[in-house]
């Protein structure tokens, strides 16, 4: 029986928590990224979002690596812009 996919706080619930013995799927990383996105969007500081996506990290190394370019950029953009 395929698993079904999870819903969306339910990976959120695991990323936040502790529970060291779930897993997440490359899909969800990037829905978690996605979510990250979206908050960096709606001013949230930059400082909560790399926590979260270091906890997110933990359960994938190949996101890590994929995205964590992506965060250095995001957090120069979002610092440049902090300017006005
Ligand atoms: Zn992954």
Not at 35 to 53: C, F, H, N, Q
Request: net charge negative.
């Amino acid at each position: 029986m395929p698993k079904l996919p999870r819903p969306f706080w339910q990976v959120l619930l695991i990323v936040l928590g502790d529970n060291q013995s779930e897993k997440l799927t490359c899909e969800e990383c990037t829905a978690m990224m996605e979510y990250l996105a979206d908050r960096a969007i709606e001013g949230a500081s930059i400082d909560d979002l790399k926590s979260t996506a270091n906890s997110l990290f933990r359960f994938c190394t190949e996101c890590k690596n994929h995205y964590q370019r992506h965060i250095i950029e995001l957090e120069r953009k979002v610092l440049l812009r902090g300017t006005p």
